[in-house]
């Protein structure tokens, strides 16, 4: 009989600790996160630890991407697709983070081609022509345009030779 309350007690104990330790982290969990629901169009990386053979899991890249919301199953779940050829799949929001960059979006132009196209058959329904043609002075020419001062890649601090090797 007092094997059994004594069970008991020590039962109760760790349950209320177990509860106490859940809350706790679930606290500090709901502390840290920042939720800020993606919506359709965005380009996002996909975290996808895979392995790869041959090469260390410590210089593996993680991220995947970047691939494109298609939609949203819920406030947390998402459907994303890669490219427009690729399978869709379906993530949580833990497994997404926002991509910064320019990407090719290749469903802004799905929709933009099918509404150009919708419009060009509307436009031969009802039997629209345009003609134009630009004179040899409205032609646009690109020898106006400078293209030697782009930069690519990250920028780069002004680097300055010694004093030494500059002329006085």
Not at 17 to 44: E, L, R, T
Not at 53 to 79: A, E
Request: overall charge negative; proline content about 5%.
């Amino acid at each position: 009989m007092q094997i059994r309350t004594y069970l008991d007690n020590v039962h109760e104990f760790a349950r209320e600790n177990i509860n106490n330790a859940s809350d706790k982290q679930k606290w500090y969990y709901d502390y840290k996160v920042n939720f800020k629901p993606y919506s359709v169009g965005d380009a996002v990386w996909l975290h996808d630890p895979k392995r790869k053979v041959g090469i260390s899991p410590k210089l593996q890249c993680n991220w995947d991407g970047p691939y494109l919301i298609l939609n949203s199953i819920s406030d947390l779940v998402y459907r994303i697709q890669k490219l427009e050829s690729s399978k869709p799949r379906v993530v949580h929001y833990n497994r997404l983070k926002p991509y910064h960059g320019d990407f090719d979006n290749w469903l802004i132009k799905t929709v933009i081609q099918k509404d150009t196209e919708s419009h060009a058959t509307a436009m031969e329904e009802n039997n629209i022509e345009f003609d134009i043609e630009l004179s040899e002075n409205e032609q646009c020419d690109m020898s106006n345009f400078q293209t030697d001062n782009i930069e690519y890649g990250r920028g780069h601090r002004v680097k300055r030779p010694p004093n030494r090797f500059v002329p006085d």
